[in-house]
């Protein structure tokens, strides 16, 4: 059974981003990133009947799966877009991995981030000495960016919407499927796109047969409306623990890679969230942000439809939890 909107897998899938330019992004940050581990979560996939592998980007340079694109883009940049400095749009995690790729490169960076942002994302981004600008409409965040950008002249690094940025995140299905080559499902939250379509050019190029499956959230998706749609459309997101999945809209490019080569799409709710977060903690022994843990909570809710028995990957994308709500869980 197939998502809303998409097509049955093809033969041949014809990838956005190509096997040769995710290689060349692994060659490029390779040594600057951590190959993260893919650690087994036998107890929380018995709960599902899958034989269940967490591959833990909450491990990952500050603390998520965007250091590899955001370095990926910064290290191809020319030495004039670099001097000019750099400026990007999040609510934490992409922030934090442009303002370090910045510092890495020895340039300055510039972060558009929601009021309201979890406040160990903001302190993330400050440690390595960018600036932010806080706008207080997530909606018309990107057009804040459009109006510091342009003041400004700095070169834009796409949090989502860039085939640089996205070979980059596509590393991280490099290394799956190198380590587990018989992997038979891989599950990617989504957000703005760029995880789910990195990792989905890497595994489908290597292994057409694994499924992909999508996981949005119940109260404010964003794929399954763009796909819908036939292009991207701005939605309305809810206040969630996983603020790492509410990007105002989701990218082009992220959307044609999930036509031709996302199998699935569901849906998780917050309260599914919140336990999967908890299980994550106490069982798994990792402590993972909301937007970490949606993989494993459509795992845990069955949603994937992974045959019983079946060898099943869930990215846990960021580990940037906000100490503070770790009593409410």
């Known amino acids: 059974m197939w998502g809303r909107g998409l097509s049955p897998p093809r033969t041949k899938i014809p990838l956005v981003i190509p096997i040769e330019a995710i290689r060349a992004a692994d060659e490029r940050i390779r040594g600057r990133v951590h190959r993260t581990p893919l650690l087994s ?18 491990f990952q340079k500050t603390g998520s799966f965007k250091a590899r694109g955001a370095l990926n883009k910064v290290l191809s940049l020319s030495d004039e877009d670099r001097t000019c400095g750099l400026v990007t749009v999040s609510a934490g995690n992409h922030a934090a991995a442009v303002a370090w790729a910045a510092a890495i490169a020895g340039c300055r960076a510039v ?17 390595y000495g960018a ?6 409409d997530r909606a018309t965040l990107f057009d804040k960016l ?9 070169t834009f690094v ?18 799956i499927v190198a380590e587990m080559p018989d992997v038979q499902t891989v599950v990617v939250p989504v957000g703005g796109g760029g995880l789910l379509a990195g990792v989905a050019s890497a595994v489908k190029n290597l292994k057409p047969s694994i499924r992909v499956v999508a996981v949005e959230l119940a109260e404010g998706p964003g794929l399954a409306p763009a796909l819908a749609a036939g292009k991207p459309v701005a939605v309305k997101r809810p206040e969630t623990l996983a ?18 080569a996302v ?5 998780v709710t917050e309260e599914e969230i919140r336990e999967a977060m908890r299980l994550l903690m106490t069982r798994a022994k990792l402590v993972v942000e909301g937007a970490g843990a949606a ?10 439809g992974s045959a019983v028995g079946a060898l099943v990957v869930a990215l846990v994308s960021g580990g940037n939890l906000d100490l503070a709500k770790v009593a409410s869980l």
Do not use: Q
Request: aromatic share 4%.
């Open 243 to 260: 603020d790492g999945m509410t990007p105002p809209f989701v990218g082009a490019l992220p959307l044609d890679i999930a036509r031709e």
């Open 295 to 304: 993989a494993t909570a459509a795992v845990l809710a069955g949603r994937p």
């Open 158 to 175: 796409h949090p989502f919407d860039d085939p640089t940025v996205l070979a980059g995140a596509a590393t991280a299905g490099l290394e």
């Open 111 to 127: 972060v558009v981030m929601p009021d309201g942002a979890p406040l160990p994302k903001i302190e993330a981004v400050r440690s």
């Open 41 to 58: 979560a036998t107890s929380l996939g018995a709960r599902a009947g899958v034989r269940l592998f967490l591959k833990c980007e909450s």
């Open 263 to 267: 199998d699935e799409i569901v849906t």
């Open 131 to 136: 600036e932010i600008v806080f706008h207080p």
């Open 146 to 154: 459009n109006e510091v950008r342009e003041s400004r002249g700095l």
